[in-house]
Nanobody, 123 residues
């Protein structure tokens, strides 16, 4: 059974950086598209960045374009989200999720979910 575990969250000042990791166990990520989602308190969950089976097939929500970078390392069975120039509006619980097959974008239904990691951007 596939399990996803997020790590790397924490408290950071505006303008700072964090790198989130999504480690998979029980199955390989090589045949899964992976998405990073976030949810702020009282707000709807939104897709932040998603990566398909192909490394060059990525997507980002407009608010993070140019600041966040998603990547995958199949040898380590891990997907990363590098977050630079963080803003208070980036605060929320970040989840990684997986869906079988080569998907593009974050619109498809993701069926495997991690437990999330808290990201707080505050002075």
């Amino acid at each position: 059974q596939l399990q996803l575990v997020e790590s790397g969250g924490g408290l950071v000042q505006p303008g700072g950086s964090l790198r989130l990791s999504c480690a998979a166990s029980g199955s390989t990520l090589a045949y899964l598209s992976i998405g990073w989602f976030r949810q702020a308190p009282g707000k709807e969950r939104e897709g932040v960045s998603c990566i398909s089976i192909r490394d060059d097939m990525t997507s980002y929500v407009n608010s993070v374009k140019g600041r966040f970078t998603i990547s995958r390392d199949n040898a380590k069975n891990t997907v990363y989200l590098q977050m630079n120039s963080l803003k208070p509006e980036d605060t929320g619980v970040y989840y990684c999720a997986a869906v079988p097959g080569p998907k593009l974008g974050c619109s498809d239904r993701y069926v495997y979910w991690g437990q999330g990691t808290q990201v707080t951007v505050s002075s």
